[in-house]
Structure formats: C-alpha cells, structure tokens
C-alpha cells in the first residue's frame, strides 16, 4: 500500500546535538514531498518543500529516490525546536497523506 | 493576507446528532481539503474541493460530506456523530494543486459525547 513511514514516534536530544527525523515513502513515480510542523498551540504549518531544496530554521531535508526517504536534519538541535513534525506526499495535487508523525523534545 | 478561518473552533455534539464545519480559505485558493486529526490515528485525509467540485476522498464512511461554495468556502458535514468522531478537524487551501504547500486553518475541536 502506498503510505509514507514515520518510524519513530518520539526523538529525545540535548540542545546543540545533531537532528535526524526520519521518512520513508512507498509511492512511485516523481514524489511531491514537505514536511510540516506543529508547535503546541499552534496550528499545523508548512517547513520544507522538497522541491524547492531550501533550509529553514537551520533545517534541511533531501529526497533520496533509491532509498525513498526524504530525511529532516539539523546540525545543532535548540529548545524551540521542540514540536511534532509530519513528513507528507502530496497525492495527484489534491491531498497530503501525512506519516504518523515525530514528536522531537529538545532538552538543556 | 488573512489566513484560513474555520468556525467554530470548539463544538460539544451528542451521539446521534449532526454537525456542520465551515473553512474560509485565503483569499484566490480555489482548493480546500479537509483532514481529520486524532491522537491514535494522526492526520487523515476526509476530502478536497475545487471550483465546487469533489475531486478526491479519503478514506471515511457516507457519514462525513462536505461541498464547496463559488466563492471557494467550504462546509463539512458529519450526521449520526459516534464517539469516535471526536477529532479536530483541520482545513488547508492551496491555489496551485499543492505545489508550494498547503496553508492550514487552526481547526474545530469537535467532542461527542
């Protein structure tokens, strides 16, 4: 089945350690692929684009087609990163399916 | 630029009853989509609109509808509520079938009991 895999469901760091959340997608083809944010609170906002090969807020995320994962990182982790994040495809330009979702708690 | 509005942010249903949500999306964003979040199940997708026009479904039974307006707002409706259908219910618009993203509203908070 066509789905996109978020395998951990909750990533601990210290303040200034390196960040991987992780994403795998199962779709063929030419993938649209983002990934979002949720800070408490807060409502659901975009991060990344894959196609627009952009960092924001220190945060980088590349696709690799023959491993079909599309990986957040960021070098050196800080407090205010702390949020859920979804890695999600764009299905046929009319849906995102979203993984299960990452919550990533950075601590002092 | 207002963003996406959805009214009401909270709603409390009994089982048995229906409820009606409405989305604003940003102004020109012809497509709206809905989604339902729920701690077990995370963020599904229910529907998306565009030009009034249903043009993909999720994954949900004949209970959960929705329909857009020519002026690009859209309503979600769910009928005989169960417990289960307590969610939120988010709504994200994007005027170019997603490419740059979907902007999202901050959601209803609907609880059946």
């Known amino acids: 089945a066509q789905r996109v895999t978020q395998p951990e469901k909750l990533l601990s760091v210290f303040k200034g350690a390196p960040v991987e959340l992780k994403c795998n997608y199962s779709?063929?083809?030419?993938?649209?692929l983002f990934w979002y944010v949720q800070y408490s609170r807060q409502r659901l906002q975009l991060l990344l684009r894959?196609?627009s090969r952009e960092s924001i807020k220190g945060f980088t995320a590349d696709l690799n087609k023959g491993e079909t994962s599309f990986h957040l990182k960021k070098p050196f982790a800080q407090e205010e990163d702390s949020a859920m994040y979804y890695c999600?495809?764009?299905?046929?330009?009319?849906?995102?399916?979203f993984g299960k979702g990452t919550t990533l708690s950075v601590s002092s | 630029k207002a963003g996406v509005t959805q009214t009401p942010r909270y709603l409390i249903k009994t089982r048995g009853q229906q409820v009606t949500l409405s989305c604003s999306p940003i102004?020109?964003?012809?497509?709206v989509s809905w989604y339902q979040q729920t701690p077990g199940q995370g963020l599904q997708f229910l529907f998306e609109?565009?030009?009034?026009?249903?043009?993909n479904k999720g994954n949900f039974p004949g209970r959960f509808s929705g329909r857009q307006f020519s002026n690009s707002r859209s309503e979600m409706n769910v009928s005989t509520l169960e417990l289960g259908d307590s969610a939120l219910y988010l709504c994200a618009s994007t005027p170019d079938r997603g490419k740059r993203g979907y902007t999202f509203g901050s959601g209803t908070r609907l609880t059946v009991v």
């Open positions: 894959h196609i």
């Open positions: 999600a495809y764009n299905q046929a330009g009319t849906a995102l399916i």
């Open positions: 102004s020109g964003h012809r497509s």
């Open positions: 609109y565009f030009s009034e026009t249903q043009r």
């Open positions: 779709y063929s083809g030419s993938p649209e």
